[in-house]
T-cell receptor
Protein backbone atom coordinates (compact mmCIF):
# COMPACT_ATOMS: atom_id res chain seq x y z
CA UNK A 1 0.00 0.00 0.00
CA UNK A 2 0.85 3.66 -0.08
CA UNK A 3 3.46 5.03 2.32
CA UNK A 4 4.06 8.74 2.86
CA UNK A 5 7.18 10.09 4.54
CA UNK A 6 7.49 13.68 5.71
CA UNK A 7 10.51 15.75 6.74
CA UNK A 8 11.46 17.45 8.91
CA UNK A 9 9.38 16.46 11.93
CA UNK A 10 10.01 19.84 13.55
CA UNK A 11 11.01 23.13 11.99
CA UNK A 12 11.76 26.47 13.59
CA UNK A 13 12.17 29.61 11.50
CA UNK A 14 12.43 33.31 12.18
CA UNK A 15 9.45 35.45 11.27
CA UNK A 16 9.78 36.58 7.67
CA UNK A 17 11.93 33.64 6.62
CA UNK A 18 10.77 30.82 4.35
CA UNK A 19 9.81 27.30 5.43
CA UNK A 20 9.97 24.17 3.31
CA UNK A 21 8.43 20.80 4.18
CA UNK A 22 9.05 17.77 1.99
CA UNK A 23 7.07 14.57 1.46
CA UNK A 24 7.71 11.42 -0.51
CA UNK A 25 5.19 8.79 -1.53
CA UNK A 26 5.53 5.24 -2.75
CA UNK A 27 2.48 4.49 -4.92
CA UNK A 28 2.85 5.80 -8.45
CA UNK A 29 -0.94 5.61 -8.82
CA UNK A 30 -1.40 8.46 -6.32
CA UNK A 31 -2.79 11.45 -8.16
CA UNK A 32 -3.90 13.99 -5.58
CA UNK A 33 -1.71 15.61 -2.92
CA UNK A 34 -3.25 17.92 -0.34
CA UNK A 35 -1.58 19.79 2.52
CA UNK A 36 -3.31 20.41 5.81
CA UNK A 37 -2.61 22.76 8.70
CA UNK A 38 -3.72 21.72 12.15
CA UNK A 39 -3.80 24.12 15.04
CA UNK A 40 -4.13 23.03 18.64
CA UNK A 41 -7.60 21.74 19.45
CA UNK A 42 -8.82 21.94 15.86
CA UNK A 43 -9.27 19.61 12.94
CA UNK A 44 -6.91 19.72 9.95
CA UNK A 45 -7.57 22.60 7.56
CA UNK A 46 -6.91 22.19 3.85
CA UNK A 47 -4.48 24.94 2.80
CA UNK A 48 -3.41 23.91 -0.69
CA UNK A 49 -3.48 20.88 -2.94
CA UNK A 50 -2.02 19.71 -6.22
CA UNK A 51 -3.07 17.12 -8.76
CA UNK A 52 -0.76 14.85 -10.69
CA UNK A 53 -1.29 16.70 -13.97
CA UNK A 54 0.25 19.89 -12.49
CA UNK A 55 3.84 20.54 -11.42
CA UNK A 56 3.38 23.61 -9.26
CA UNK A 57 0.61 25.60 -7.63
CA UNK A 58 0.75 28.84 -5.69
CA UNK A 59 -1.68 30.65 -3.42
CA UNK A 60 -0.34 33.91 -2.01
CA UNK A 61 2.48 32.97 0.42
CA UNK A 62 1.98 29.22 -0.01
CA UNK A 63 3.17 27.06 -2.88
CA UNK A 64 3.36 23.35 -3.56
CA UNK A 65 5.58 21.57 -6.08
CA UNK A 66 5.24 18.02 -7.34
CA UNK A 67 7.86 15.80 -8.94
CA UNK A 68 6.05 12.67 -10.16
CA UNK A 69 9.22 11.01 -11.40
CA UNK A 70 10.90 11.24 -8.03
CA UNK A 71 7.58 10.79 -6.18
CA UNK A 72 8.00 13.74 -3.94
CA UNK A 73 6.16 16.97 -3.28
CA UNK A 74 6.96 19.99 -1.15
CA UNK A 75 5.21 22.81 0.67
CA UNK A 76 6.81 26.24 0.57
CA UNK A 77 5.72 29.04 2.88
CA UNK A 78 7.29 32.44 2.28
CA UNK A 79 7.36 35.47 4.58
CA UNK A 80 6.34 33.33 7.54
CA UNK A 81 4.25 34.84 10.31
CA UNK A 82 3.66 33.70 13.91
CA UNK A 83 0.16 32.55 12.96
CA UNK A 84 1.74 30.04 10.57
CA UNK A 85 2.87 28.09 13.64
CA UNK A 86 1.02 24.77 13.58
CA UNK A 87 1.40 21.12 12.58
CA UNK A 88 1.39 20.55 8.83
CA UNK A 89 0.40 17.26 7.23
CA UNK A 90 0.89 16.12 3.67
CA UNK A 91 -1.20 13.37 2.14
CA UNK A 92 -1.33 11.26 -0.99
CA UNK A 93 -4.53 9.94 -2.48
CA UNK A 94 -5.42 7.35 -5.06
CA UNK A 95 -8.75 6.64 -6.63
CA UNK A 96 -9.75 3.03 -6.17
CA UNK A 97 -13.55 2.99 -6.22
CA UNK A 98 -13.43 5.65 -3.56
CA UNK A 99 -11.17 7.99 -1.72
CA UNK A 100 -8.06 6.59 -0.08
CA UNK A 101 -5.84 9.08 1.70
CA UNK A 102 -2.55 8.27 3.39
CA UNK A 103 -1.09 11.00 5.58
CA UNK A 104 2.47 11.84 6.45
CA UNK A 105 3.42 11.95 10.16
CA UNK A 106 3.34 15.74 10.32
CA UNK A 107 5.76 18.65 10.75
CA UNK A 108 5.54 20.98 13.72
CA UNK A 109 6.39 24.46 12.44
CA UNK A 110 7.31 27.17 14.90
CA UNK A 111 7.69 30.73 13.65
CA UNK A 112 9.71 32.75 16.12
CA UNK A 113 8.94 36.48 16.38
CA UNK B 1 -21.91 27.45 4.29
CA UNK B 2 -21.59 25.52 7.55
CA UNK B 3 -18.56 23.29 7.90
CA UNK B 4 -18.34 19.70 9.04
CA UNK B 5 -19.77 19.26 12.51
CA UNK B 6 -19.05 16.48 14.95
CA UNK B 7 -20.75 15.55 18.18
CA UNK B 8 -19.92 15.16 20.92
CA UNK B 9 -16.67 17.09 21.08
CA UNK B 10 -15.41 15.27 24.15
CA UNK B 11 -16.24 11.86 25.54
CA UNK B 12 -14.97 9.81 28.46
CA UNK B 13 -15.69 6.09 28.57
CA UNK B 14 -14.40 3.07 30.44
CA UNK B 15 -12.92 -0.09 29.01
CA UNK B 16 -15.46 -2.51 27.65
CA UNK B 17 -18.08 0.12 26.90
CA UNK B 18 -19.17 1.11 23.44
CA UNK B 19 -19.41 4.57 21.92
CA UNK B 20 -21.16 6.22 18.98
CA UNK B 21 -19.82 9.36 17.34
CA UNK B 22 -21.76 11.52 14.92
CA UNK B 23 -20.73 13.57 11.90
CA UNK B 24 -22.73 15.98 9.75
CA UNK B 25 -20.98 16.74 6.45
CA UNK B 26 -20.97 20.01 4.56
CA UNK B 27 -24.30 20.47 2.80
CA UNK B 28 -24.22 18.72 -0.57
CA UNK B 29 -21.24 16.51 0.29
CA UNK B 30 -22.01 12.82 -0.12
CA UNK B 31 -18.69 11.28 0.84
CA UNK B 32 -17.78 10.99 4.51
CA UNK B 33 -14.52 9.57 5.79
CA UNK B 34 -13.44 8.81 9.33
CA UNK B 35 -9.90 9.00 10.74
CA UNK B 36 -8.26 8.21 14.03
CA UNK B 37 -5.51 10.58 15.16
CA UNK B 38 -3.06 9.65 17.91
CA UNK B 39 0.38 11.06 18.80
CA UNK B 40 2.04 7.74 18.06
CA UNK B 41 0.28 6.65 14.86
CA UNK B 42 -0.71 9.98 13.36
CA UNK B 43 -3.74 10.22 11.11
CA UNK B 44 -5.05 6.81 10.15
CA UNK B 45 -7.92 6.12 7.78
CA UNK B 46 -10.83 4.15 9.25
CA UNK B 47 -13.45 4.02 6.49
CA UNK B 48 -15.26 6.01 3.84
CA UNK B 49 -18.98 6.12 3.11
CA UNK B 50 -20.73 7.29 -0.02
CA UNK B 51 -24.46 7.11 -0.65
CA UNK B 52 -24.99 5.01 2.48
CA UNK B 53 -22.42 2.41 1.36
CA UNK B 54 -19.01 1.72 2.81
CA UNK B 55 -16.69 2.20 -0.12
CA UNK B 56 -13.26 1.92 1.48
CA UNK B 57 -11.96 0.53 4.72
CA UNK B 58 -8.69 0.96 6.57
CA UNK B 59 -6.84 -1.59 8.63
CA UNK B 60 -8.80 -1.48 11.87
CA UNK B 61 -10.45 -4.34 13.80
CA UNK B 62 -14.12 -5.14 13.40
CA UNK B 63 -14.89 -3.33 16.67
CA UNK B 64 -14.84 -0.18 14.58
CA UNK B 65 -17.90 0.22 12.40
CA UNK B 66 -19.85 2.96 10.78
CA UNK B 67 -22.88 3.85 8.76
CA UNK B 68 -24.25 6.65 6.66
CA UNK B 69 -27.81 7.85 6.46
CA UNK B 70 -29.77 9.05 3.46
CA UNK B 71 -29.05 12.68 4.40
CA UNK B 72 -25.29 11.88 4.30
CA UNK B 73 -24.88 12.19 8.05
CA UNK B 74 -22.63 9.49 9.38
CA UNK B 75 -21.99 7.69 12.64
CA UNK B 76 -19.13 5.54 13.75
CA UNK B 77 -19.29 3.02 16.53
CA UNK B 78 -16.56 1.46 18.60
CA UNK B 79 -17.53 -1.54 20.67
CA UNK B 80 -15.67 -3.11 23.59
CA UNK B 81 -13.47 -0.07 24.09
CA UNK B 82 -9.79 -0.53 24.86
CA UNK B 83 -7.35 1.93 26.41
CA UNK B 84 -5.61 2.22 23.04
CA UNK B 85 -8.78 3.58 21.45
CA UNK B 86 -8.19 6.89 23.19
CA UNK B 87 -7.73 9.31 20.31
CA UNK B 88 -9.10 12.23 18.36
CA UNK B 89 -11.64 10.90 15.87
CA UNK B 90 -11.97 13.08 12.82
CA UNK B 91 -14.65 13.13 10.19
CA UNK B 92 -14.07 14.60 6.74
CA UNK B 93 -16.52 15.26 3.92
CA UNK B 94 -16.00 15.60 0.22
CA UNK B 95 -18.10 16.81 -2.71
CA UNK B 96 -16.71 14.29 -5.19
CA UNK B 97 -17.10 16.15 -8.44
CA UNK B 98 -14.41 14.25 -10.26
CA UNK B 99 -12.20 11.25 -9.72
CA UNK B 100 -8.96 13.16 -10.18
CA UNK B 101 -8.66 14.07 -6.53
CA UNK B 102 -11.31 15.57 -4.33
CA UNK B 103 -10.93 18.21 -1.66
CA UNK B 104 -11.64 16.79 1.75
CA UNK B 105 -12.73 19.02 4.62
CA UNK B 106 -12.34 18.03 8.25
CA UNK B 107 -14.51 18.60 11.27
CA UNK B 108 -13.11 19.61 14.68
CA UNK B 109 -13.04 16.02 15.89
CA UNK B 110 -14.30 14.11 18.91
CA UNK B 111 -11.76 13.58 21.67
CA UNK B 112 -12.37 10.12 23.12
CA UNK B 113 -10.72 9.14 26.38
CA UNK B 114 -10.95 5.54 27.55
CA UNK B 115 -10.25 4.94 31.23
Amino acid sequence: GENVEQHPSTLSVQEGDSAVIKCTYSDSASNYFPWYKQELGKGPQLIIDIRSNVGEKKDQRIAVTLNKTAKHFSLHITETQPEDSAVYFCAASTWNYGQNFVFGPGTRLSVLP
Amino acid sequence: KAGVTQTPRYLIKTRGQQVTLSCSPISGHRSVSWYQQTPGQGLQFLFEYFSETQRNKGNFPGRFSGRQFSNSRSEMNVSTLELGDSALYLCASSLEVQQLGREQFFGPGTRLTVL
